[in-house]
T-cell receptor, first 112, second 113 residues
C-alpha cells in the first residue's frame, strides 16, 4: 500500500536559517511526488512536484526538493526562511489520476 | 483566471438544516474533487468528478450529496449533518494533462451545531 511519512510533526527555525522538511514514501512504482503548503484557514498550494528526470526540482517561493530513490525520500529545502513561510507543509504521492496519499504534515514555526 | 473559488468561506448549520457548498473554476479543468480536512490533519478525499460524472466516492455518508452541473461548477449538498462533520471542506481541480496535480480552493469552514 502507498504511504507517506513526514517524521517531523513540528519544526521551529529562526528567520534567515536554512530549512529541511523530511518526507519518506512507500510506493511500488515510479512515484509522482508533491509538496503542498497550507496557511491557516486556507487551501493547499502546490510548491513543487517531481514526475521524472532531474532529481532536484525547483519550486515556488524559493523552495527546492530532492528525490532520492535509494532512500525513498523527497525532502523539501529552503536556504533562508522568511517569517511568511510559517505554515503547514504536506508531502504527497499520487498513485493514479484520481487519488493521492498525503503525509500527516509538518508545522513550521519561524522565530524572529 | 487561475483560481478555484469556494463559497461560503464560513458556514454554521444545525443538524436539521440543508445547506450547499459551492466551488467554481474557470481554468478548463475537467476533474474536480471534494476533500474534508480536520484540524492538523491532511485532507481526506470524498468525491472525484471527471467530465462532470462522479468517478470516485470514498464511501461518504449519504448526508453529503455532490453535484456537478457543468464543467466549471461543483456543489456539495449537506443535509442532516452531525457535529463530527465539522471541518474544512476543500474543493480542488486538475487539468486533463496533469491529473495528479491539485489546484485547491481556500475552503469552507463548516461548523455543525
Amino acid at each position: 500500500a502507498q504511504s507517506v511519512t513526514q517524521p517531523d510533526i513540528h519544526i521551529t527555525v529562526s528567520e534567515g536559517a536554512s530549512l529541511e522538511l523530511r518526507c519518506n514514501y512507500s510506493y511500488g512504482a515510479t512515484p509522482y511526488l508533491f509538496w503542498y503548503v497550507q496557511s491557516p484557514g486556507q487551501g493547499l498550494q502546490l510548491l513543487l512536484k517531481y514526475f521524472s528526470g532531474d532529481t532536484l526540482v525547483q519550486g515556488i517561493k524559493g523552495f527546492e526538493a530532492e528525490f532520492k530513490r535509494s532512500q525513498s525520500s523527497f525532502n523539501l529545502r529552503k536556504p533562508s526562511v522568511h517569517w511568511s513561510d510559517a505554515a503547514e507543509y504536506f508531502c504527497a504521492v499520487a498513485h493514479n489520476a484520481g487519488k493521492s496519499t498525503f503525509g500527516d504534515g509538518t508545522t513550521l514555526t519561524v522565530k524572529p | 483566471d487561475t483560481e478555484v473559488t469556494q463559497t461560503p468561506k464560513h458556514l454554521v448549520m444545525g443538524m436539521t438544516n440543508k445547506k450547499s457548498l459551492k466551488c467554481e473554476q474557470h481554468m478548463g479543468h475537467r476533474a474536480m474533487y471534494w476533500y474534508k480536512q480536520k484540524a492538523k490533519k491532511p485532507p481526506e478525499l470524498m468525491f472525484v468528478y471527471s467530465y462532470e460524472k462522479l468517478s470516485i466516492n470514498e464511501s461518504v455518508p449519504s448526508r453529503f450529496s455532490p453535484e456537478c452541473p457543468n464543467s466549471s461548477l461543483l456543489n456539495l449538498h449537506l443535509h442532516a449533518l452531525q457535529p463530527e462533520d465539522s471541518a474544512l471542506y476543500l474543493c480542488a481541480s486538475s487539468p486533463l494533462a496533469q491529473q495528479r496535480i491539485r489546484f485547491f480552493g481556500s475552503g469552507t469552514q463548516l461548523s455543525v451545531l
